[in-house]
């Protein structure tokens, strides 16, 4: 509307009083101002099949499957693998207890992502999302077919729902940063959800983090809100979307889940050639040896395998020799989990830099590797192992610009010297003397004096005593010789190992001194760092095993979400991976860049296995032919 003609007409009527002329003009300007603001929106709005966080969707609108499935693959038999430990609940998000393997397995999200691509997400529960490029906020419209396993829709109501239920009962340190992220869900009708983003956040991967949420049943929920709660442990998983239901959990013994027959989403592009089996047992055993010897027997039939003594000791027994079971090696071309041995900085003993150095040097990964791993990994030092995010040499560019910004905030030296690198030892001998002088030397220097006894103490008497915590025989064997490297140097180590429900809660309430953990890493890290790394809820996220809480740290991962390009976000990363290097707060320990899979003879996969999943669980199948070969000769139950 033109706004001088509004007022023209109406100054040209006697009967309209000024005031009256005044609100006229003053709503052709409201007018004019919503016009614009809506051709301005209209102009920066955004409405895709899929979202990617850097660049072009790989698939366009209406691609007909995955180029890394077989969309031929059959339908049919059974997936059969293990678990070691416990569980006590089907509930994934219990704050108690122990949840069931692949207890999430029947919830769906919003988007799914795809295995080829990094950082690409395509419509799943939703068909299409909208959103202004500066991603303030976004819709998701969801398929009006979209069903839960007991044939009620899935509606924006159960969208909003599922997200607010995890900030009401979900881990603390979950809730509250993303509270302070997306202030608000809505639903706009339904099959119509909005979220809001913060604008005091960068708003980077807000949206995959809110595409990629669980969608739970909220009539599921409310119909017992007091013995259905997502905190509490429960045998009763509630109902899903997925393709999968749980058909039966016996507690410690196994886990069956069955392809749900009415399946809403089976002849989705983004589903064709996955989903494969009809069931998939999970058999729990007592120890990684008793599930050895149960792969060996068939008792299950898929083992992915992590241990080096296994694999190179283990897998000659005669069903091997006659090809009734295939050991292979599949490329991975992830970033490798940040492994390690953890240090609890909430000890007053970690506190000191020097300590941690100190722990660092007691650990001998090249005699550990030939001795007790038959040389069968490498020595990791960056938290981005072996890809375009992991520091090298000197800052320069784009990265020195970040750190250079961070002022006193970091060691001048990181400006100055190579990334912190993984130590080198001598293979001959499980402690290198050169590294424990210089470990013992580092003591000293921190204050921890050898007494008569042999045993190091401080000003006051106290003992440094430092216990591995441990779960695990597999880690055990490894961990051993450590702590008697650390005994050499008068440290009080021992190593505890406790059982399952033990190590679970000591490792959610820090109630310890080390710990063997990892750090997932991706090639496209975004607000996940702050659950890893940052100060937020640091002292009780599961996810900051370390209790890592820096200021430099914060303001790099900020920078790592703000990241407007793909370059922007590699040169940020290299500047963290160079800080959390300098923090020496893990005990770098050891990465493959393959996946081990030992499996029987009848399972196949797609000739073009993507380079990020190896799809086990939904891109492989059964061979039901080669499988009755197997059972005819005797080889199967």
């Known amino acids: ?41 209209e102009e920066a709005l955004i409405k895709a099949h899929g979202f990617a966080e850097f660049g072009e969707l790989k698939y366009p609108q209406g691609f007909d499957h995955f180029d890394y499935v077989n969309p031929e693959a059959p339908k049919g038999g059974e997936l059969s693998i293990s678990a070691v430990g416990t569980f006590d609940s089907m509930n994934p998000y219990t704050r108690k207890g122990r949840a ?28 299409s999302l909208e959103y202004p490029e500066s991603q303030d906020w976004v819709i998701f419209n969801l398929r009006p077919e979209a069903k839960f396993s007991d044939g009620s829709p899935v509606t924006a109501d159960d969208v909003v729902f599922s997200h607010n239920i995890l900030l009401e009962q979900g881990l603390k340190s979950y809730a509250e940063a993303v509270r302070k992220r997306i202030p608000k869900a809505e639903a706009l009708g339904p099959h119509r959800v909005k979220f809001h983003f913060s604008p005091d956040f960068p708003r980077r991967a807000m949206i995959t983090q809110v595409g990629g949420t669980s969608v739970f049943s909220k009539a599921w929920f409310e119909a017992d809100p007091e013995n259905r709660r997502i905190d509490q442990p429960r045998l009763d998983p509630g109902i899903g979307s997925g393709p999968y239901v749980l058909e039966s959990a016996d507690v410690n013994q196994r886990i069956v889940y069955r392809r749900n027959p009415d399946y809403w989403g089976k002849d989705l592009n983004v589903n064709q050639g996955r989903h494969n089996y009809d069931r998939i047992r999970v058999e729990y055993f007592g120890d990684d040896v008793a599930a050895m010897e149960g792969f060996k027997a068939g008792v299950y039939t898929l083992r992915p395998e992590n241990n080096s003594k296994n694999w190179a000791t283990n897998y000659e027994f005669a069903a091997v020799g006659l090809g ?82 961070l002022g006193d905030q970091i060691s001048p030296s990181i400006l100055t010297e190579q990334p912190v690198m993984a130590h080198a030892s001598k293979a001959s001998r499980p402690g290198d003397r050169k590294n424990l002088r210089r470990a013992m030397k580092l003591l000293d220097e921190a204050g921890w004096a050898v007494g008569d006894d042999g045993m190091r103490r401080n000003a006051q008497g106290e003992p440094l005593k430092v216990e591995f915590l441990a779960d695990s025989p597999t880690i055990e064997r490894i961990v051993q010789p450590y702590v008697a490297n650390l005994r050499t140097m008068g440290v009080d180590a021992v190593l505890n190992r406790v059982d399952y ?137």
């Not at 007022?7 to 614009?36: E, H, M, S, T, Y």
């Not at 393997?101 to 990094?118: K, M």
């Open 1 to 41: 509307m033109n706004t001088a003609k509004a007022a023209a007409r109406v100054r040209a009527k006697d009967r309209v009083n000024p005031l009256q002329a005044a609100a006229a003009l003053a709503f052709g300007l409201i007018l004019a101002l919503a016009a614009a603001t809506q051709v301005r929106a």
């Open 100 to 127: 069931g393997a692949l207890s999430s397995a029947q919830f769906e999200s919003l988007l799914v992502d795809s295995y080829d691509e990094p950082g690409s997400y395509y419509g799943l529960i939703a068909e």
């Open 324 to 405: 009734h079971v295939i050991k292979g090696e599949f490329p991975d071309g992830n970033v490798p989990a940040a492994s390690g041995f953890v240090m609890n900085l909430l000890k007053p003993k970690f506190q000191d830099i020097r300590v941690r150095e100190a722990m660092q040097l007691a650990f001998n990964f090249e005699w550990t590797n030939e001795s007790l791993q038959y040389g069968l990994f490498r020595h990791r030092s960056s938290f981005w192992q072996d890809s375009p995010l992991a520091a090298e040499g000197l800052p320069e560019g784009r990265e020195k610009e970040v750190l250079e910004a």
């Open 501 to 637: 429900a033990q190590y679970t809660s000591r490792r959610r309430e820090k109630e310890f001194d080390m710990i063997s953990s990892a750090y997932p890493m991706s090639l496209e890290p975004s607000t996940g760092l702050y659950q890893y790394f940052g100060s937020e809820a640091h002292e009780y996220s599961v996810f900051n095993p370390a209790g890592l809480a820096d200021p430099a740290v914060d303001a790099l991962i900020g920078n790592i979400v703000d990241a407007k390009t793909q370059e922007e976000l590699r040169a940020n990363a290299r500047a963290l991976d160079r800080v959390l290097r300098a923090k020496r707060f893990v005990v770098p320990t050891w990465y493959l860049d393959v996946n081990w899979i030992a499996y029987w003879d009848m399972y196949r996969q797609p000739e073009n296995l993507p380079p990020y999943d190896t799809g086990l669980l939904d891109l492989w199948w059964i061979d039901a032919a080669r499988e009755a070969e197997l059972k005819s000769a005797g080889a199967l139950r």
